[in-house]
């Protein structure tokens, strides 16, 4: 008998540890395919898993801010209000309090006038999704295998 016992190997493995490891590497196409699908399918999870996680970790800070940002909507108004009554009754005490009340509305009608004229002008600009808009019609040509007719 030789100085190594039957079924051993220099590293100290024994048979069916180097069986095992031989067959990992004689795994089959088909097997190595299997295994890379269920490590994408797993990773895709994982990342919607996460993308999820900070999509509802950013939407509850967006409405907390947006909360926010409506309140100091509604301080403003009541800012601009009161500030309108004091102008209102400081011209009242000059010209009279129906004369005042006149200059201060035509004073806000004169600031809805300007940005009613800007805004629309800024609506005139927007061009819409144009290149989301010529995406869209390449796929009816793209379905019927005729990419051709969309240049």
Excluded: C
């Amino acid at each position: 008998m030789s100085a190594r016992a039957e079924g051993s190997h220099p590293a100290g493995e024994t048979a069916d540890a180097r069986h095992a490891t031989s067959a990992e590497d004689h795994r089959s196409l088909g097997e190595l395919m299997s295994a890379v699908t269920t490590d994408m399918s797993t990773l895709v999870r994982q990342e919607i898993a996460l993308a999820k996680a900070e999509a509802k970790e950013s939407a509850a800070h967006a409405g907390k801010g947006a909360g926010m940002l409506g309140g100091a909507g509604v301080a403003g108004h009541f800012v601009l209000l009161f500030l309108s009554i004091a102008l209102w009754w400081g011209l009242g005490n000059a010209t009279g309090y129906g004369w005042s009340a006149l200059v201060v509305a035509a004073v806000w009608a004169v600031v809805a006038a300007v940005l009613a004229v800007v805004g629309r002008g800024e609506l005139q600009k927007t061009k819409g999704l144009p290149q989301t808009q010529q995406s869209l019609q390449k796929i009816p040509n793209a379905v019927k295998g005729h990419e051709e007719e969309n240049r």
